[in-house]
Structure formats: structure tokens, C-alpha cells
């Protein structure tokens, strides 16, 4: 049974946000438009993240992730991104860049993103900044897994996530499973 619907009111929950969120969009039915699900199942199962960073596999998620996002100081997106450069490519984008990225349909969440992006903004709770990092798609088949190319790019994909975080001064440790 799905969750209850929550209220888009915009009024703090009282829920003391994770300063940090790594959101990963995809669609693992649909080939490489799974990337971004399949970076946040990486980060999970092979590292070890401190307090104040947050993982969500947000899916196919639109309005939904309202509440996930309000009040970050710093969002990082990770999804296939159609940029018209050679499959494979990691593309970064920041700042002043991502209304562009937002402006131009290269990524099929991105309306829904920009979407809740925008209802943060009109209540004064957008995240202070925000990041995309992403991968061209090779293919957006209805197929499950990544195709070879994108599947070759998510180690360098994680690792542009790691340094992102490192970046902002949190140490990302490797954890080891038996």
C-alpha cells in the first residue's frame, strides 16, 4: 500500500533536514535511464557516508520529492542527462548552468525536478545549491540494466559524486564487505 500523500504547504514540518542529498533519478526499466539509481545502490553498498550526507533513490519521482528536498544547503542529482555529446560522457553541471539544464529537456525528470525546484524557490526552502551530475545515455530502450558503455562510466560516475563531496569538506570512506 503506498505511503500517504504528503501536504504541499510549504510550512516547516519540524523535521531537521541532512544538509546534504545525493538524489539519484532513473528509471532501471528503461536501460540507461536507470544511471542514477544505480549510482545511489553504489554509494550505498560500497562506501561508507558521514553524518550530514543523505542517499535517496528517487526514482521516477516527481512531486513526491517535495519534502526531501526542502532546506538542503546542497542538492546533488545524478541522472542521464542528453547533452548531444558521445554516450558515455559525464557531464557536470552547477550553478548558473543548471537553470539551463532545466530550460532545454535533456533529462526525463527534469520537468517533475524543476517542477518541485520551483514550489521551493516561491516558499524560500530551495536548496542553496545545487548540482547535477550525469551521464549521456547510450540507449533508453525499455530494457532492464545499463547498457555496456554507460555500465563501463559508473565507477567514474561515483567517483565525480565522491569528489563533489569531498569538495564540500566530508570525508567519503570505502567499506569493505566480506
Known amino acids: 500500500m503506498p505511503a500517504p500523500a504528503r501536504a504541499l504547504t510549504g510550512l516547516d514540518t519540524g523535521t531537521a533536514q541532512t544538509p546534504v542529498l545525493v538524489l539519484g533519478l532513473g528509471n532501471i526499466l ?4 536507470g544511471v542514477g539509481v544505480a549510482v545511489i545502490e ?3 553498498q560500497h562506501y561508507r557516508l558521514p553524518a550530514g550526507v543523505e542517499l ?5 519521482s516527481g512531486m513526491a520529492l517535495l519534502d526531501d528536498l526542502r532546506r538542503r544547503e546542497n542538492l546533488i ?3 542521464a542527462v542528453r547533452t548531444g555529446q558521445p554516450a558515455g560522457t559525464i557531464v557536470v553541471l552547477r550553478g548558473e548552468q543548471v537553470p539551463v539544464f532545466f530550460r532545454g529537456r535533456i533529462s526525463p525528470h527534469q520537468l517533475a525536478l524543476s ?3 520551483a514550489v521551493l524557490t516561491l516558499t524560500g526552502e530551495k536548496p542553496m545549491d545545487v548540482t547535477v551530475i550525469g551521464v549521456e545515455p547510450m ?3 525499455t ?3 545499463l547498457s555496456d558503455v554507460v555500465a563501463g562510466r559508473l565507477e567514474s560516475l561515483t567517483a565525480r559524486v565522491i569528489e563533489e ?3 564540500m569538506g566530508y570525508a567519503i570512506e570505502r567499506a569493505y564487505q566480506s
Open 42 to 44: 553504489r554509494l550505498q
Open 115 to 117: 517542477d518541485v525546484l
Open 30 to 33: 528503461m536501460e540507461d535511464e
Open 139 to 141: 540507449s533508453l530502450e
Open 143 to 145: 530494457r532492464l540494466g
Open 165 to 167: 563531496l569531498s569538495a
Open 56 to 60: 535517496l533513490d528517487g526514482g521516477t
Open 77 to 79: 542529482v545524478v541522472d
